[in-house]
């Protein structure tokens, strides 16, 4: 059974930085794409980053150039560097695997961006 779990969350003044991680179990297959999401209270899920086999990484533009996703290849999950946090960046953030047949999803770890 294919178990995603972040942690990493927390509360952080506007400027400060998190780095969130996603522990994975039972992965036998091979990932496709992995990725952080969020949402925010009263918004959609929406993509934050993803990584591809290859190495090949999509941001949304809100955090282009100050959150980072790195991993790598095998059957780990990413890490995200969150720098110079906005308030705006608050919700509950999401890690994902991606397979050929269907995606795993994690429970989520709240960031609160806060003074």
């Known amino acids: 059974q294919v178990q995603l779990v972040e942690f990493g969350g927390g509360v952080v003044q506007p400027g400060g930085s998190l780095r969130l991680y996603c522990a994975a179990s039972?992965?036998?297959?091979?990932?496709?794409?992995r990725g952080w999401y969020r949402q925010a209270p009263g918004k959609e899920r929406e993509l934050v980053a993803t990584i591809t086999p290859d190495g090949r990484t999509t941001y949304a533009d809100s955090v282009e150039g100050r959150f980072t996703i790195s991993g790598d290849r095998g059957k780990t999950m990413p890490y995200l560097q969150m720098n110079g946090l906005k308030p705006e960046d608050t919700g509950v953030y999401y890690c994902?695997?991606?397979?050929?047949?269907?995606?795993?999803w994690g429970q989520g770890t709240q960031v609160t961006v806060s003074s």
């Open positions: 994902k695997a991606e397979s050929q047949t269907r995606a795993y």
């Open positions: 039972g992965i036998n297959f091979r990932i496709n794409t």
